[in-house]
T-cell receptor, first 113, second 111 residues
Framework: KQEVTQIPAALSVPEGENLVLNCSFT??????LQWFRQDPGKGLTSLLL?????REQTSGRLNASLDKSSGRSTLYIAASQPGDSATYLC????????????FGEGTQLTVNP | NAGVTQTPKFQVLKTGQSMTLQCAQD?????MYWYRQDPGMGLRLIYY???????DKGEVPNGYNVSRLNKREFSLRLESAAPSQTSVYFC??????????FGPGTRLTVL
């Protein structure tokens, strides 16, 4: 059974700092990996999707990398801002899971002004 | 473009009552999903529909039923609500194998 772990569970940083969020998964036979953002009381917003054949994806200040062989992904946030405060979730889509995503429990990020 | 919409936003039920959560998407996606989110448990898949006319169980299907009414709509029914079903419910949709798009959620409390 696929398990997804995110470390740390919570992170507090000062504004302007560059930071890395980690995601690990137990079964490397994945089709893609997706990073989401969730604001309190809201739904999930997709940030980046990395196909299994890709190594990284970038969108603005966000960069996500994928290493299938080691079962790891990182989300790099450059020059963090208070508006980046949210919970960040990673999810993996397994090739034979019938379109199902398995989610980690998330990292709660607080960026202090 | 509304994306994924869910109704209602909030609901309080008494144990044993029934209700249906509605979900609709306007992105012409084949696949639709129902998740529940609980503190310490993360997001867990209840049911999904890979295409119109098909539904499959996810990780936690007990106590729920679903209907894929057409390509746009996917409903989740609680026949006899229990306090353990108190949760936030999210509907999502995707083109097969691609990004999932989530609705705003329904906060359900069962007393």
């Amino acid at each position: 059974k696929q398990e997804v772990t995110q470390i740390p569970a919570a992170l507090s940083v000062p504004e302007g700092e560059n930071l890395v969020l980690n995601c690990s998964f137990t079964d490397s036979a994945i089709y893609n990996l997706q990073w989401f953002r969730q604001d309190p009381g809201k739904g999930l917003t997709s940030l980046l999707l990395i196909q299994s054949s890709q190594r990284e994806q970038t969108s603005g200040r966000l960069n996500a990398s994928l290493d299938k062989s080691s079962g790891r992904s990182t989300l790099y946030i450059a020059a963090s801002q208070p508006g980046d405060s949210a919970t960040y979730l990673c999810a993996v889509y397994k090739e034979t899971s019938g379109s199902r995503l398995t989610f980690g429990e998330g990292t709660q990020l607080t960026v202090n002004p | 473009n509304a994306g994924v919409t869910q109704t209602p936003k909030f609901q309080v039920l008494k144990t044993g009552q029934s209700m249906t959560l509605q979900c609709a998407q306007d992105m012409n996606h084949n696949s639709m999903y129902w998740y529940r989110q609980d503190p310490g448990m993360g997001l867990r898949l209840i049911y999904y529909s890979a295409s119109e006319g098909t539904t499959d169980k996810g990780e936690v299907p007990n106590g729920y039923n679903v209907s894929r009414l057409n390509k746009r709509e996917f409903s989740l029914r609680l026949e006899s609500a229990a306090p353990s079903q108190t949760s936030v419910y999210f509907c999502a949709s995707s083109a097969t194998g691609l990004s999932q798009y989530f609705g705003p959620g329904t906060r359900l409390t069962v007393l």
